[in-house]
């Protein structure tokens, strides 16, 4: 591609923000022009300002199904206005609907940088971007536009080359190097991919915390509001910093397949609770062991809650954990180089992608 493009990069969840940051501030260096554009919700704001974005926002959250279906015209319909404006030269997503729709009625390049393979989603886009870009974990095949990478998309944000763990977040909890604390993930299950399931009952995520307790302080990071005794166990911190909480974790636990993920590529052993689990989730699990899945079944809970315990009463595990991660940055790319080359190269690096040339 040309130097000094104009790129729009809309993002709908904190994570996109994360795995596209990188290659933002990287293009910014180089004299591109980046302008986010997100969903009022969750901790996008905060973070784009915290991160010091240019970005506007385009459309709000919905719940259910039906304000979604508004919602999406909505959305399409502010983009279109918010692009008109900026006259991006390229689109850039991480699984974008919305940027699909408008980069093609603008006739703009679109790359989506697609890492869960939610078929609900990739249905709705498909067909309107130039390339879709996935770890080489979803084995799905998305078309002749799809490209896959050796890697996991948080490597994007959590590979060494690009994060270091600051343990001033530790002061801030009140703890120390040595001491030990859980994070725990609860979610809100609002995501169209998340329809018919409902994640730990609230009897155990009560048990979870109890059990937790005896071995570890316990935060809880959470999509949604809590009983008052659960409620004190929430983790109050910029999220911006949430990464650094996981390295240092003994364990995370819960519903969260980002946080997940981030555990087992920054060392920290995970339990993860989904029904079928994620293409990350399964492949983290079966290659390496740095995560556990189980599904949402009350017995499957309960199960997860031993795991949890055995883990914690096992000495040394982070060290062992440690090693996998050395094993996964071993295998695996540089996520965000990857991506830099593969945008400033486009639409040169598809064709090589494809062809190996």
Not at 147 to 164: R, V, W
Request: aromatic residues 12%; charged residues 25%; hydrophobic residues 40%.
């Amino acid at each position: 591609m040309a130097k000094n493009m104009k790129v729009l990069i809309d993002v709908g969840h904190p994570i996109g923000i994360h795995i596209l940051k990188n290659l933002a501030w990287i293009l910014e260096k180089k004299k591109w022009q980046i302008l986010f554009t997100a969903i009022g919700k969750d901790v996008n704001i905060p973070l784009l300002q915290k991160y010091g974005f240019n970005f506007e926002i385009a459309g709000r959250h919905y719940k259910n199904i039906l304000a979604k279906a508004k919602g999406l015209i909505e959305r399409d319909w502010e983009l279109l206005r918010i692009a008109k404006n900026f006259k991006p030269d390229l689109f850039l997503s991480n699984g974008s609907v919305h940027a699909a729709h408008v980069a093609f009625l603008l006739r703009k390049p679109h790359i989506s940088f697609e890492e869960t393979g939610n078929l609900d989603q990739v249905l709705l886009y498909k067909y309107f971007v130039n390339a879709i870009v996935t770890p080489n974990c979803i084995n799905l095949n998305l078309g002749k536009r799809h490209i896959k990478y050796n890697g996991y998309a948080e490597l994007a944000y959590l590979h060494p080359s690009y994060f270091n763990p600051d343990p001033a977040v530790l002061d801030e909890l009140g703890l120390g190097k040595k001491d030990t604390f859980v994070l725990v993930r609860f979610v809100s299950w609002a995501a169209t991919h998340d329809m018919g399931h409902s994640g730990i009952a609230i009897d155990n995520k009560r048990k979870a915390v109890k059990e937790f307790s005896k071995y570890a302080r316990v935060f809880i990071s959470s999509e949604i509001g809590m009983p008052s005794d659960l409620e004190q166990f929430r983790l109050r911190i910029s999220p911006e910093k949430l990464h650094h909480i996981i390295y240092y974790a003994a364990m995370t636990y819960g519903e969260g397949a980002a946080v997940a993920v981030e555990s087992a590529v920054l060392g920290t052993p995970s339990i993860y609770l989904y029904t079928n689990g994620t293409y990350a989730t399964r492949d983290l699990e079966s290659r390496y062991g740095a995560i556990f899945n189980f599904t949402e079944s009350y017995q499957d809970q309960l199960h997860s809650i031993q795991k949890g315990v055995e883990l914690l009463r096992k000495p040394d595990i982070k060290a062992e954990w440690q090693k996998k991660r050395e094993q996964i940055l071993k295998d695996k790319i540089d996520v965000t180089a990857f991506m830099v080359w593969f945008v400033e190269n486009y639409p040169h690096s598809l064709k090589a992608m494809k062809t190996g040339r």
